[in-house]
């Protein structure tokens, strides 16, 4: 466990919890509201606050916080102009533009998928999604995708013991996920029809750096009444994995 590890950091780890919490919950958060999403107790939550407003990153009015520009700092690493957000946004661009749907790179978060670039058309789905959002991996393109490839016990790890039917057509059964997840691994890309949202089908290819480790994924998202199944394979397909292709030339290039 990372407690027993000597060089685990108990206090910072709290104090990112704390930090991470606001992205869910919104500004505005009381030391109660926190601690019960968190988990925390209060006075551990309250040190962190402290700790948090005496960096910059959040500032208190009267008893409720919210978070500062500060954070931004943070991610200055991330977002920098040799990113894989950076290197990914205008080849995104240029995709939409080309096929005239939504695209999006993904990676990893914990049991999420979290959206690091995004080119968007009109919205397709009552979910709003941006930069930083996060959907369930085990039901999302992407995060098939990311899953077809790891191991049995990193799939457990990484999926719900049981599956919630967000729609008809979600496959919520887990036998049926691992069979969807192995066709993804074989055929390279895996495709979503309906099961995240209702009108929403989406296909989604891997992104790999120089080395050929699996780092992202790249997905097209569609409405369902305007772009078949055997529209996604045969039309948008061969222009993601493109798409994809040319992330990796960039990645070699300056990562």
């Known amino acids: 466990m990372t407690?027993?590890?000597?060089?685990?950091?108990?206090?910072?780890?709290?104090?990112?919890?704390?930090?991470?919490?606001?992205?869910?919950?919104?500004?505005?958060?009381?030391?109660?509201?926190?601690a019960a999403h968190t988990g925390l107790a209060r006075g551990v939550v309250a040190r962190c606050l402290h700790t948090l407003v005496r960096t910059g990153h959040v500032e208190r009015q009267d008893r409720h916080f919210s978070v500062l520009p500060g954070v931004l700092r943070l991610a200055d690493a991330f977002l920098s102009d040799r990113s894989l957000p950076a290197l990914a946004q205008?080849?995104?661009?240029?995709?939409?533009?080309?096929?005239?749907?939504?695209?999006?790179?993904g990676v990893f978060d914990r049991s999420d998928i979290l959206y690091i670039a995004r080119a968007s058309r009109s919205s397709i789905m009552t979910i709003g999604l941006r930069v930083?959002?996060?959907l369930p991996a085990w039901c999302t393109s992407m995060g098939r995708v990311l899953?077809?490839?790891?191991?049995?016990?990193?799939?457990?790890?990484?999926?719900?013991?049981?599956?919630?039917?967000?729609?008809?057509?979600?496959?919520?059964?887990?036998?049926?996920?691992?069979?969807?997840?192995?066709?993804?691994?074989?055929?390279?890309?895996?495709?979503?029809d309906q099961e995240l949202e209702a009108g929403l089908r989406s296909i989604a290819v891997p992104v790999r750096d120089p080395e050929a480790r699996l780092i992202a994924a790249l997905n097209v998202g569609t409405n369902a009444l305007e772009r078949s199944i055997d529209d996604?394979?045969?039309?948008?397909?061969?222009?993601?994995?493109?798409?994809?292709?040319?992330?990796?030339?960039?990645?070699?290039?300056?990562?």
């Open 90 to 105: 205008p080849l995104l661009e240029q995709l939409r533009d080309e096929i005239g749907e939504s695209c999006s790179l």
């Open 232 to 255: 996604l394979r045969t039309r948008i397909l061969p222009r993601l994995q493109a798409t994809a292709a040319a992330l990796h030339r960039e990645i070699g290039r300056f990562m």
């Open 3 to 34: 407690e027993r590890d000597p060089d685990y950091m108990q206090s910072l780890a709290r104090g990112l919890q704390v930090l991470e919490a606001f992205a869910v919950l919104g500004q505005r958060q009381s030391v109660a509201g926190l």
């Open 147 to 192: 899953l077809a490839e790891l191991p049995p016990a990193d799939r457990d790890a990484l999926i719900p013991a049981t599956l919630p039917r967000l729609t008809p057509d979600t496959v919520a059964n887990r036998a049926a996920l691992d069979e969807k997840l192995d066709e993804a691994l074989r055929d390279g890309f895996a495709l979503v």
């Open 132 to 134: 930083g959002s996060r």
